[in-house]
Nanobody, 118 residues
């Protein structure tokens, strides 16, 4: 099982970052995919998702600023983040939507840290 997120970093408010995720084919081909984030001391939440057919939905807090996309041939999903705000600071994870479960628990791969300074 592979869920590998990358592309995070430090950026000033108003800047942009592009996150990328490679997923196992067994996950990618059967599911919608999503990007989640978890800020320190807060719950992990879904910020954007995309179905196999390409239909997207976004959390209200990122609408108009974030764009999710997927490449079905490469088993990758990307998140373009524009006009970043300090409140976007979090660890970002990719996963299926809803998250895949292994042995009764949600499975999470390695996330990528995004830090936005004011």
């Amino acid at each position: 099982v592979q869920l590998q997120a990358s592309g995070g970093g430090w950026v000033q408010a108003g800047g942009s970052l592009r996150l990328s995720c490679v997923a196992s084919g067994s996950i990618f081909s059967m599911n919608g995919m999503g990007w989640y984030r978890q800020a320190p001391g807060k719950q992990r939440n879904l910020v954007a998702s995309i179905t196999r057919a390409g239909n997207t939905r976004y959390a209200e807090s990122v609408k108009g600023r974030f764009t999710i996309s997927r490449d079905n041939a490469k088993n990758t999903v990307a998140l373009q983040m524009n006009n970043l705000k300090p409140e976007d600071t979090a660890v970002y994870f990719c996963n299926a939507d809803p998250p895949i479960r292994l042995e009764g628990n949600d499975y999470w791969g390695q996330g990528t840290q995004v830090t936005v300074s004011s």
